[in-house]
Nanobody
Framework: QVQLVESGGGLVQTGGSLRLSCAAS????????MNWYRQTPGKQRELVAS???????NYGDSVKGRFIISRDNAKNTVYLQMNSLKPEDTAVYYC???????????????WGQGTQVTVSS
């Protein structure tokens, strides 16, 4: 079995910073994409930032220049450094990973449990 465990959410003031972490564990053969999404009540989950195992990254327009995604492939861990936070960044942040399990030939999608980020004005 494969699990994604997130940490690092919390309450921060406008302009502050937070760093989220997401560690994948279990019977992992290979990890491909590791991304961050966020969701607020009544809205669809949106892509915040994406990363490939090769180091390519991409960001949603609303976070470009403020957030940085990085990963440690040896630890199957992805990070999201969030700077210059705004109240509109308030959401539950979810980690996503595309992983091939040991004994499997095809990648599967996994989600973390979500971590709340609240930015006060």
């Amino acid at each position: 079995q494969v699990q994604l465990v997130e940490s690092g959410g919390g309450l921060v003031q406008t302009g502050g910073s937070l760093r989220l972490s997401c560690a994948a564990s279990g019977s992992i053969l290979r990890t491909y994409a590791m991304n961050w999404y966020r969701q607020t009540p009544g809205k669809q989950r949106e892509l915040v930032a994406s990363s490939t195992s090769g180091g390519d990254t991409n960001y949603g327009d609303s976070v470009k220049g403020r957030f940085i995604i990085s990963r440690d492939n040896a630890k199957n861990t992805v990070y999201l450094q969030m700077n210059s936070l705004k109240p509109e960044d308030t959401a539950v942040y979810y980690c996503y990973a595309h992983i091939i399990k040991l004994g499997s030939s095809w990648p599967e999608t996994y989600w973390g449990q979500g971590t709340q980020v609240t930015v006060s004005s």
